[in-house]
């Protein structure tokens, strides 16, 4: 059985500040690290390799080239190959094109039993990358995931939901997009990480996954961000005075200004 795990090499967003004065992100020093839903997909794919002889697990990523360290950084964790999509044809992705050539690089890894995404990544925050690749592949996509039971061709799934969750049986090929209640991931081990060094990462451009430049990256990206800015600070607060009756009147008044009664 193969399994492959889709990961995103992503700003600590924990890391990231606002300058007070000048209201400016401050990036300088943020480190990029694998997006923490990955770690869980990532997590889930070794749990089923420990129980599964004969599995292995790849992790592919979309990136620059300095995406190859999370890649090294899951194969220290245990995953077995590592692919890279680079290529200047590929940025200024929005969703839909970054999911576009995702889907390429996986068709062109070969067959694959599993695949896992994260159910978000913390920089673009949309969490539409994982069903959009399972949409381009045919397959089957469950969200969410809190909890899967791999038996044979079949994978039963928690699917979280806001009030509980939902108990899904699902066939494979299937991608699934993990929640971090998923699991714990394991550490990198020594060995680990001297082996994963020992190891080839595989390196695709367009034209090595059958891509036209006009079908990825930017040109293929029917949205576009045209402005970003940081959030206003919020205002001061305010202490509201007189008896508690007057003092929850004037919320309920304030909360009724606002729309929010
Ligand atoms: C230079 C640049 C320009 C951009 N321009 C635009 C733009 O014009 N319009 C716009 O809408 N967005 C733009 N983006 C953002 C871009 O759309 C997102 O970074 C990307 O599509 C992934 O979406 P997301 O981060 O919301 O991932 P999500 O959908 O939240 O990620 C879910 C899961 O999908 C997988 N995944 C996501 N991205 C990757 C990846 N690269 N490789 C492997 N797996 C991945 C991971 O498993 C992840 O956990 C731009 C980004 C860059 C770097």
Redesign the pocket.
Known sequence: MKIL????QVPDTNEVKIDPVKGTLIRDGVPSIL?P??AN?LEAALAIKDENPGTTVAV????PPQATVVLRECMAMGADEGYL?SDRAF?????C??STT?AAGIKKVGKVDIIF?????I????????PQ?AQRLGLPVVTYVQDVKFDKDKIVVQRQMEDGYEVIEVETPCLL?AVKELNEPRYMSIYGIVDAYKKDITVWNHEDVDLDPKDCG?NA?P???FRSFTPPPKGKGEILKGSVNEMAATLISRFEEKHLL
């Open positions: 795990v889709c990961v995103k997006n839903d990955d997909a592919l990523t979309m990136g999509l940025g200024g992705a929005d969703t094109a970054t995702i995404a994260g159910r978000q990544a920089d673009g925050d949309t969490a539409q990358v994982g690749v997009t930017l990206s949205t576009q961000v």
